[in-house]
Structure formats: structure tokens, C-alpha cells
């Protein structure tokens, strides 16, 4: 579940209101942003039972980086809502009952913009973000080549130029 979450096309959004450990805090760090209530605690304390969150790190390492997350992993500390959104692991820190709303509130920011670009977007930060930077720099080319192409982008350059209004977006991929 957690590979085809990351392997979404789209961006995905965690939602996050109350206690997210172990397989919790995995799902949020898979996910490619998260809005996280006041109360929200987030571990991986499976160290305290003599289990190492194994699978949770993998996500854990490539959402905060591998030292802090060898903090969580190794002492089995919970932190809370502020300190994950110092780490990156959440984006947006908000009261306990605007948590589902928050969510949506992000998910139109995004959903403003066009879905071919912003899945292309996706595609390319997750295939460079393991490469030696020479490598990263020839996807991003090989992505941004393939953006100016699409219509939408087109659309968007025009009404740039031209200081209109941004264009409604066709959405169309090809």
C-alpha cells in the first residue's frame, strides 16, 4: 500500500488529527504533503518492544532526512505537531477541528494549477530526488523540455507575456 501510495501520479495529502505511529507516521511521511491538528503525535517507538520500525524508516528517511529520523527511530520518542512541522514532516500546523478543512484548503491550492504539470512536476522531483546532482540536472532538463510542450503551458506563457489573467487549464496531458 505504502509503494502505491508514493507511486501515486497525483499529490496526495495526510490528514492528520490525533496520534500517527509506526505504520501512522509511515503513511505520513509517504504522502507528499500533510496538515497535522495541534494535538497531533507523531513516533516510531516500536525500538521500546525490541522491534525496529523498519519499513516506517524508509518513508521517515526520505521525509526528514536520516538524521532526525534516526532520533525517532532510536530513542522511540514521540514529538509533537510543531516539532514535525521543524522537521518537514508536516507542512501546515493547524486547531485540532481544522484539520479536514485545512486539507481541502490545500488540495485546491493546488488543484488551481494544471493537473499535467503538476503530475509531470511530481514525476520528475521523485525520479531526481535519489540522483547525483549531473543526473538530477538531466531529468530536470528532459521534464522542462517536455513541459514547454504541453498546451496548458503554452496557455500560461501567452497570458505571462501578454500580462492576462491566468488561463483556465485544459488539463490535457498530451
Known amino acids: 500500500m505504502m509503494l502505491d501510495l508514493a ?7 495526510a490528514a492528520v488529527h490525533g496520534p500517527a505511529h ?5 503513511l ?6 500533510a496538515v497535522a491538528g495541534q494535538s497531533a503525535t507523531f513516533a516510531t517507538s516500536g525500538i521500546k518492544l525490541g522491534l525496529f520500525c523498519s519499513t516506517p524508516a524508509i518513508a521517515l528517511v526520505r521525509a526528514i532526512g536520516l538524521r532526525a529520523a534516526k532520533e525517532m527511530l532510536f530513542t522511540g520518542h514521540s514529538i509533537d505537531a510543531k516539532r514535525a512541522y521543524e522537521l518537514g514532516l508536516v507542512h501546515r500546523v493547524v ?13 485546491g491550492e493546488i488543484s488551481q494549477h494544471s493537473r499535467p504539470v503538476i503530475c509531470m512536476g511530481k514525476r520528475g522531483l521523485t525520479a531526481q530526488a535519489s540522483m ?8 530536470a532538463t528532459q521534464v522542462m523540455l517536455h ?12 497570458s505571462f507575456v501578454n500580462k492576462q489573467p491566468l488561463p ?4 490535457k496531458s498530451d
Open 28 to 33: 505520513v511521511a509517504t504522502c507528499d504533503l
Open 7 to 13: 507511486k501515486l501520479q497525483i499529490p496526495s495529502i
Open 147 to 158: 513541459n514547454l510542450e504541453l498546451e496548458d503551458t503554452q496557455k500560461g506563457i501567452k
Open 95 to 107: 486547531a485540532d477541528e481544522r484539520v479536514f478543512e485545512a486539507s481541502l484548503e490545500l488540495a
Open 168 to 171: 483556465v487549464w485544459t488539463h
Open 22 to 26: 509506526a505504520a501512522g507516521c509511515q
Open 132 to 139: 547525483d546532482i549531473s543526473d538530477a540536472y538531466d531529468v
